[in-house]
């Protein structure tokens, strides 16, 4: 059993509802992000899926040195700031390096550490100083069984808040699989289990200076990964993600995302544990 997680109003963990983690993948403009978290709001409502939002301030980690990486650290996190106080929606978004944590930790409800920082320690421990929520999304280099080390290095503050998020594994050139066998070992440490359904059909790289994707796999797995036990779902999304500034091949479209929620909810309905 993982324990439960609170980011925010939204509880993550054992016993109770499959939640939802989305956002746009890079902060674009304002209005993108009132606009998907408008859209996010109505879906929380109509579904009754508990709702984090997620967006990157700075995508420190882009293929090329030309592509966007978004209004970096203070301007995006006024920006996300914005967010909840007009939709009331907690917030997530990453940090790639320990000086970005203190400033971050005055804004959003839970701290991600990026898949490729995931073993760096010093950046893991200031990140679980604030005593803020925790989301490390496992390495495309990383073994399930070898996310007991990042665990213990956050625990070594004292922070139990801890969730862990599988994104695919590295395979082959610009292709990545997931492994489903993934989310039980990790949830076998004691923390919920998020699977991150857009990265894992990602393409990095594949795209001659940015990466591609197949978003046509990302319900497929993503009832994959439900069925298996995952706590939590993570999408990026998008109102126009063929126009989207990062990672638009693997986003999913805001329309018809209701849609395939729904569909989602019905396999963690026929799954979930009396």
């Known amino acids: 059993m993982a324990r439960r997680v609170r980011i925010g109003d939204v509880v993550i963990g054992s016993g109770v509802p499959l939640a939802f983690i989305a956002g746009p993948c890079v902060i674009e403009t304002q209005d993108l992000l009132f606009r998907i978290a408008e859209a996010l709001v109505k879906i929380r409502e109509d579904l009754g899926i508990p709702v984090v939002f997620k967006a990157s301030y700075d995508k420190?980690?882009?293929?090329?040195?030309?592509?966007?990486?978004?209004?970096?650290?203070?301007?995006?996190?006024?920006?996300?700031?914005?967010?909840?106080?007009?939709?009331?929606?907690?917030?997530?978004?990453?940090?790639?390096?320990?000086?970005?944590?203190?400033?971050?930790?005055?804004?959003?409800?839970?701290?991600?550490?990026?898949?490729?920082?995931?073993?760096?320690?010093?950046?893991?421990?200031?990140?679980?100083?604030?005593?803020?929520?925790?989301?490390?999304?496992?390495?495309?280099?990383?073994?399930p069984w070898d996310m007991v080390h990042v665990v213990e290095k956050i625990l070594s503050t004292g922070n139990g808040k801890v969730l862990l998020t599988e994104r695919g594994v590295s395979f082959g050139y610009n292709n990545l699989v997931v492994d489903f066998r993934s989310l039980p070992i990790m949830a076998s440490l004691g923390y919920p289990v998020v699977f991150d359904a857009t990265h894992a059909v990602q393409l990095p790289g594949g795209g001659r200076g940015a990466s591609s994707g197949q978003r046509e796999f990302v319900e497929p797995l993503a009832r994959a990964a439900v069925a298996v036990g995952c706590h939590a779902l993570f999408m990026e999304v998008h109102p126009d993600p063929d126009r989207a500034l990062s990672d638009g091949p693997n986003m999913v479209p805001l329309e018809g995302l209701s849609s395939m929620l729904g569909r989602l909810l019905k396999v963690a309905e026929a799954v979930r544990d009396e």
């Open 60 to 143: 420190a980690n882009r293929t090329s040195l030309r592509s966007f990486r978004g209004p970096g650290l203070l301007m995006g996190l006024e920006m996300l700031a914005k967010v909840r106080e007009r939709f009331g929606l907690p917030l997530l978004s990453d940090v790639h390096k320990e000086s970005e944590v203190e400033a971050a930790a005055e804004v959003l409800d839970a701290i991600q550490i990026p898949a490729f920082l995931c073993r760096q320690t010093d950046l893991l421990l200031a990140a679980a100083e604030t005593n803020k929520p925790i989301n490390v999304k496992k390495g495309q280099f990383m073994a």
